[in-house]
């Protein structure tokens, strides 16, 4: 049985699926749409709003991280796919020397909730997006993915 959180975020993408141009649905291999029906929680209702962002809406993260890999392996072009390819690389390569590094063991690594970090208030600062095309908004979720 998989993990509700996981079983949640299936039943998202495949409402947001449902969504997407049939021809962009059909290059995704049976199987995955397979695994996600057998795999999804049938208990749990999303309804996707395809004028909003998937920012906008109330999506998990697993959710966002499947539609970034299905952008990936699915629908993106040549080079879209190495320059995202090429991000993961870093990201996951910065991870592990950050996470190996010895000069890491002595830094306080709990934050003071009290002090104003303008840093972390310039993330969380919303951006109103006029309407899109779906595949814009996938494009611009991934580039703000990577951003992070």
Known sequence: MVDNKYAIAYS???EILKHIPLEDY???PKTKIEFFKTN?????????????????????NIT???????????WATEIQ????????NYDRMKLEEKKYNPD????????NPFTDNTENNQELALIKTNNMKWYKK???LIKDFFRI
């Open 104 to 111: 890491n063991i002595f830094i306080n690594h709990y934050k």
């Open 138 to 140: 996938i494009w611009k």
């Open 64 to 74: 966002k991280g499947i539609i970034i890999l299905l952008f990936r392996d699915y």
């Open 40 to 60: 999804a929680d049938n208990e749990y209702t999303f309804n996707y709003d395809p004028s909003k962002t998937l920012e906008e809406q109330n999506v998990s």
């Open 12 to 14: 998202e993408v495949l």
């Open 26 to 28: 059909n290059k995704i």
């Open 81 to 88: 796919r190495n320059k995202i390819i090429a991000k993961q």
